[in-house]
């Protein structure tokens, strides 16, 4: 029987790896706080749709908020 050559496939660097994985460290901590009404609207959703973690629920909102508002208002140059 024929043996079929082994193809080498070339790694991504490990060293990129770690620029990757420290880029994506959380390590700036942002303390809000909310009225009664807030947290109850964010109970009930949070109870409606599974969410088991309010720490990402928030962070995802709040990127998309301002991701959508910085696009619908880029900088001008004058």
Do not use: W
Request: glycine share 2%; net charge positive.
């Amino acid at each position: 029987m024929a043996r079929k050559k082994k193809i080498s496939v070339s790694g991504v660097d490990p060293e990129y790896l770690k620029k990757q994985k420290a880029a994506l460290v959380r390590k700036h901590r942002q303390i809000i706080y909310l009225n009664d009404s807030e947290v109850a609207a964010i109970n009930r959703y949070c109870e409606r749709f599974r969410v088991n973690a309010k720490a990402s629920l928030y962070r995802e909102a709040i990127m998309q908020k301002v991701l959508s508002e910085l696009d619908d208002n880029p900088p001008t140059l004058f």
